[in-house]
Nanobody
Framework: VQLVESGGGAAQAGGSMRLSCAAV?????MGWFRQAPGMEREGVAA????????YYLNSVEGRSTISKDTARNTLTLQMDDLKPEDSAMYYC?????????????????WGHGTQVTVS
């Protein structure tokens, strides 16, 4: 298993949550994706580990921060002001340089996911 997510769980609207993803290798692009029941997968946040550029889904921008701890090879997503519509299974993804960082097609490695439920 190359990507292992942690964090997630239940939270109240307006609260915060921190998701982490431990990687066993370096990847040029890493991101967080989510999928709610009956919905398509969507890219939430991504980072270019080379130049540090970050990308966010419009609905989470301004209240979320993606970061990469290079020494620990860990990707983190901090989400604040949680909303019920943030409820979904969240997946960590990684791969080579993604030309469209919030498009899951650019990622070749996926974690098993961690559930986030906001009520």
């Amino acid at each position: 298993v190359q990507l292992v997510e942690s964090g997630g769980g239940a939270a109240q609207a307006g609260g915060s949550m921190r998701l982490s993803c431990a990687a066993v290798a370096h990847f040029d692009s890493m991101g967080w994706f989510r999928q709610a029941p009956g919905m398509e997968r969507e890219g939430v946040a991504a980072i270019d580990t080379g130049d540090g550029s970050t990308y966010y889904l419009n609905s989470v921008e301004g209240r979320s921060t993606i970061s990469k701890d290079t020494a620990r090879n860990t990707l983190t997503l901090q989400m604040d002001d949680l909303k019920p519509e943030d409820s979904a299974m969240y997946y960590c993804a990684a791969g080579g340089r993604a030309l469209s960082p919030l498009d899951g097609q650019w990622y070749r490695m996926w974690g098993h996911g961690t559930q986030v439920t906001v009520s």
